[in-house]
């Protein structure tokens, strides 16, 4: 028997076993990467979680019962998130919390709308993520919103004319986020002079510098995930001086210890700052500051989303998955760490006092 070939039966194997619960407990899928290229930023994602649910179990539960989280393994693939999802939807939890990446939550999305699932991404931007169906939430902004921030930042703040475009071509958040800024940045003025498109888990880009330093752009928008960093360190390496612009794919820490650590000048948009002026953020940065990681975006908006599931489930008073999911969708300036979150129509929407990008 081929290795291909046993794969799948001891899948098949693993997903024909029904699972057993307590009747003590909530059990919420939280489906993210726990192997392949995406397991190291995932982590981060995972501890906000984790924070949660101690946090609240701690203070006694929801509804008496205490919360725990099934973690399934989605292997950093899109195939591999689907599988993950039905496995969710066959164990009979009420709702699911993943994934980080967009191309991950588009296909578990899939999955929870059609089994009537309600799903809350922490951190997947990408637009279609939410448009899949009602059952669908997220607690950060989306490439929309970046996208044209980035742009409008280099033309009216950095004073940039000129752009070259990196893409991850792999991956839809990449592809979208890269469409958003370049539509933007022309729209105010900008000029894109070049495009530079490459594979995800590419860490060679001497060719890809190469043309760039040729064009002696103002600005580089780096669109992509971990290999932005891979890119950072090359292109100061090689003398390049045009400054580096991301999004919010650069907040993990598998960016920083790729090459983003040593960014010399450069601008991303992000979700939250440890010195964000509000009573909740303080308090969750004076009670976790002694842990690694505690302030990496993902964590946070982890924290936050498995945070306003509880609190949905309290408002519905029960776990059932159509009950929660018109809870989440009734959701009102609920307080998060990273600001106040309210939902709409095929929207969210985040008031910040204390500004900024």
């Not at 040729?214 to 669109?223: A, E, I, T, Y």
């Not at 929407?349 to 990008?357: D, I, K, N, P, V």
Request: with cysteine; proline share 2%; hydrophobic share 40%.
């Amino acid at each position: 028997m081929n290795k291909i070939g046993f794969y799948l039966i001891c899948l098949m194997m693993t997903l024909s076993h029904s699972m057993v619960f307590a009747e003590d407990t909530i059990n919420i899928a939280a489906i993210y990467a726990l192997s392949g290229r995406a397991a190291e930023a995932n982590t981060s994602s995972l501890r906000g979680l984790r924070f949660g649910v101690e946090d609240i179990n701690r203070q006694g539960g929801v509804l008496g019962k205490k919360i725990d989280l099934l973690v399934i393994d989605n292997h950093s693939t899109p195939i591999g998130s689907n599988i993950a999802a039905k496995r969710a939807a066959d164990a009979g939890v009420p709702a699911i919390l993943g994934a980080q990446w967009s191309s991950h939550s588009l296909a578990i999305a899939k999955v929870a709308q059609t089994h009537g699932i309600p799903m809350i991404s922490n951190i997947s931007t990408h637009p279609d993520v939410t448009k899949v169906g009602d059952h669908i939430f997220r607690v950060c902004f989306t490439d929309d919103f970046q996208g044209s921030v980035m742009a409008r930042f280099a033309r009216q703040y950095l004073k940039a004319g000129t752009a070259v475009i990196f893409t991850q071509i792999t991956s839809d958040y990449s592809l979208k986020l890269s469409d958003i800024f370049r539509k933007k940045f022309g729209e105010l003025g900008g000029k894109i002079v070049g495009e530079q498109d490459y594979k995800g888990g590419q860490t060679i880009f001497e060719k890809h510098i190469r043309q760039t330093a040729k064009l002696n752009p103002d600005v580089l928008f780096l669109s992509g995930h971990d290999e932005s960093g891979f890119i950072i360190r090359q292109a100061q390496d090689a003398g390049i001086t045009s400054v580096p612009l991301g999004g919010d794919g650069w907040t993990p820490q598998s960016f920083l210890s790729k090459g983003g650590s040593e960014l010399k000048r450069g601008y991303y948009c992000t979700h939250w700052s440890e010195f964000k002026d509000s009573e909740i953020s303080r308090a969750f940065v004076k009670k976790y500051k002694h842990i690694e990681g505690f302030n990496v975006v993902p964590t946070v908006l982890g924290y936050d989303a498995i945070m306003l599931l509880a609190d949905a489930i309290r408002r519905a008073d029960s776990a059932d998955s159509g009950k929660i999911r018109e809870a989440l969708a009734s959701t009102r300036s609920f307080e998060g760490v990273t600001g106040t979150i309210s939902f709409g129509q095929n929207l969210f929407y985040r008031r910040r006092s204390s500004g900024g990008l």
